[in-house]
């Protein structure tokens, strides 16, 4: 059993080390996970393992995972409001093999603490090329929640995990305490926008006089992208990650079609009139 031929880690990937945010903000905001920053100063390392069972009842421990640790190096860009740590492991079990019988992937709090919990996921879901994607749940008001992406690599898979936790608000600058607009609202004034949610196009057919400006913006936690079908490629907006948007102004009449270069399943079709 085969999902796909293997790849090299592609931007698509890359680009889930911000997906993470909106699992963090679902799991009570910034602010209440500033409270519980101290418990975590040293961002990890955080120890985890792939078990045999559920999260809700644990089995072995059948597959051991690089520990989740905080990049080290030089602040580029914005002082961010979350840290996100990550693992990277290739592991001897073909992502079938993991699929057939339940497996959890658990994380630790610490080498000194591995009987406590933090964060926990159920492996399951729908496989997208030969990728499959996974929430990590918050254990024991841990502060920490994030995703993992199994991919698969013949007869081993490459696991990828990545665990947000929200800086105290006089390290972030206060933005720990601040809420997070939505994308929608940040972005500039578009005659149309079209929300890219739950691995779809809302509006996914638009009727628009020429001249109108449309927006993507992507609502998932997951990268999407808006690429054209047709040769003119007038609409490639690259890989969208949370967050991120795309505009595009219509001036020809015509129909555009575009597809989620990821997601072969997400279309969509500008009518310009």
């Keep these: 059993m085969t999902f796909g031929s293997h790849h090299a880690p592609s931007v698509r990937t890359v680009a889930l080390t911000i997906m993470v945010l909106a699992a963090v903000v679902g799991s009570g905001g910034l602010s209440a996970l500033a409270a519980r920053h101290d418990d975590h100063a040293a961002a990890g390392p955080y120890p985890a393992h792939i078990h045999t069972g559920t999260c809700d009842a644990l089995g072995e421990v059948v597959h051991p995972l690089t520990d989740a640790s905080h990049a080290e190096g030089e602040q580029r860009g914005t002082n961010p409001s979350l840290i996100v740590t990550t693992s990277i492991t290739t592991i001897p079990a073909s992502l079938a093999d993991l699929l057939a019988a339940p497996h959890a992937l658990n994380v630790h709090r610490g080498a000194d603490d591995m009987g406590t919990y933090v964060a926990c996921g159920d492996l399951g879901g729908v496989i997208v090329g030969d990728e499959l994607v996974i929430g990590l749940s918050e254990l024991g008001d841990s502060g920490l929640s994030g995703v993992a992406i199994l991919q698969e690599a013949g007869e ?76 003119d490629g007038a609409l490639m907006s690259g890989t969208m990650s949370l967050g991120d948007a795309f505009t595009f102004t219509f001036t020809e009449p015509g129909t555009y079609e575009y597809i989620c270069s990821f997601h072969d399943n997400m279309v969509g079709t500008v009518v310009v009139t």
């Design 156 to 231: 081993e898979t490459e696991v990828r995990f990545y665990l947000t936790l929200a800086k105290p608000a006089e390290d972030a600058g206060g933005a720990a305490s601040t809420p997070i607009a939505s994308p929608v609202a940040d972005a500039a004034e578009a005659d149309v926008t079209v929300e890219i949610t739950d691995f779809a196009y809302r509006d996914a057919t638009l009727e628009v006089p020429a001249g109108t400006t449309v927006r993507w913006v992507n609502n998932d936690v997951v990268p999407h992208t808006v690429t054209s079908t047709s040769d």
